[in-house]
């Protein structure tokens, strides 16, 4: 059993002598996983049911063995013809959890303890996912959520785009009691949009943060982590290049290029970015993508080159730019991460990358890999293709920087030249910079 670190012991504490509903909120990086399991030999529980992104199935099993003094059996539930155990550790994806059958089969289960890890994922309160773990009204009742004895919700960001997004957590923690409504008036300022109400900014943040300090445990990785070596973001803007001889794309960008900053300057000046959900906005996102590739792609040689100790992590959004990251990188032998790489695939490629030098390149997209894994042997993140949710681009970053890491680590996000890119970067900072001031 590997021992925990002081602060996790608090942690730990913090959870298992709480009320119903406790959380963590901590930076990413500093453990929650290990010290909700510790939290629940704490308590005993015998029963355990976690539902976690998908491709954090397997890496919960093996922090059980490798953090709880108790024997559990774990067992990852992958459809709903799979018999759903009365006893011991139940592992759950978001998405398999709003199947009626297996939500119902859930909500039978005698539950000492419900994880929800990478609560954020809760945050709409009306999306399938929060209805199916904390109920349509968001206080337990026809949810899994609702006869579990504990609810213990982990986060490393909780609201990642404005603060409305902590409502389900303090709905079912108790905290707030009102609707969805009053909370929104209390504590955004906004307007009506074409797709409704558009959350421009905070009200009331210092009432906002006595709230959630009542359920969710935060502390910054500066706090605990004191020897973590240091962490540069910057931007790193290059030239568009044609991605392949056969497949011109710069005439076809530039074509568009008019239309999509408009409506991109638009989003920005009014905060809603609802007008970015069109299809002609998607094909210029994926086409300024492709026109990074081929000198992201020299760009990465060159470090590689300078650095034969280099480890790299390369995320991007479209399939189409990862594919061709790793054709022009073969030489390095990268290792890809899909949203479809099975689980087991994708725990033998992080294992790969942590521990076999000759393994220095790994390509991921941003949504599949960018939470709940751990990369410490890269101390090189480049984001090719940044994400217009900040907290996204932040989680992707953690993968490198966090508990493990033994050099500085330098996070570069590529901006083409010319492009719009660098003011949505921008953007994106404040965004993170505003949310940031309520867990202060």
């Known amino acids: 059993m590997t021992p925990l670190l002081p602060y996790q012991i608090i942690g730990a504490r913090w959870l298992a002598e709480g009320p119903r509903v406790r959380g963590l909120a901590d ?6 996983t290990a010290q909700a399991i510790a939290a629940c030999d704490l308590i005993n529980a015998k029963n355990i049911t976690v539902v976690v992104p998908a491709i954090m199935r397997q890496a919960w099993a093996r922090e059980f063995r490798r953090f709880s003094n108790q024997p559990r059996v774990c067992t990852i539930i992958g459809s709903a013809e799979q018999p759903m155990p009365d006893k ?13 059958t297996i939500r119902n089969a859930l909500r039978k289960r005698d539950c000492d303890v419900l994880i929800v890890d990478e609560a954020h994922y809760l945050k709409e309160r009306g999306s399938a996912r929060t209805i199916a773990i904390y109920g ?3 206080d337990g009742k026809l949810g899994v959520a609702e006869f579990a004895r504990r609810i213990w919700p982990l986060s490393g960001s909780l609201a990642p785009n404005h603060p409305g ?4 957590h303090l709905r079912i923690a108790g905290t707030w009691r009102q609707g969805y409504w009053d909370f929104m008036r209390a504590f955004t300022r906004g307007k009506s949009g074409p797709y409704g109400y558009i959350v421009t900014g905070n009200k009331d943040a210092p009432r906002l943060r006595e709230l959630i300090k009542q359920v969710f445990l935060r502390r910054e990785r500066e706090e605990v982590l004191k020897d973590l070596p240091s962490l540069v973001v910057d931007q790193l803007p290059i030239e568009p290049c044609e991605v392949h001889p056969d497949k011109p794309i710069l005439d076809r ?12 300057k638009e989003a920005m000046d009014t905060g809603d970015w609802s007008l970015t959900k069109v299809k002609h906005i998607a094909v210029v996102r994926r086409l300024i993508g492709m026109a990074k590739v081929r000198n992201v792609a020299e760009y990465v040689r060159g470090v590689m080159t300078d650095d034969p100790s280099a480890k790299m992590i390369l995320f991007a959004i479209h399939r189409d730019v990862i594919n061709f990251l790793q054709q022009y990188l073969i030489g390095y032998h990268p290792r890809i ?18 521990t076999n030098h000759n393994r220095r390149l790994i390509i991921c997209q941003i949504k599949t890999a960018g939470l709940g894994i751990t990369l410490t042997a890269a101390h090189r993140v480049l984001i090719v293709e940044p994400s217009w949710s900040p907290a996204d681009n932040w989680q992707a970053i953690c993968r490198a920087h966090r508990m493990g890491q033994k050099r500085p680590v ?16 921008r953007v994106l900072l404040r965004k993170t910079e505003a949310i940031s001031a309520l867990f202060e």
């Open 410 to 425: 330098l996070a570069q996000l590529v901006s083409l030249s010319g492009s719009i890119d660098e003011a949505v970067n």
């Open 88 to 100: 011991g550790v139940v592992i759950v994806a978001f998405e398999a959890a709003t199947a009626p």
């Open 165 to 168: 997004e902590t409502y389900p």
């Open 337 to 354: 991460i899909y949203g479809g790489t099975p689980d087991e695939k994708k725990q033998n490629i992080i294992d790969q990358f942590q």
């Open 136 to 138: 349509p009204q968001c």
């Open 27 to 32: 930076d990413m990086g500093v453990g929650k």
């Open 253 to 264: 960008l530039q074509e568009l290029k008019p239309q999509f900053e408009a409506v991109v």
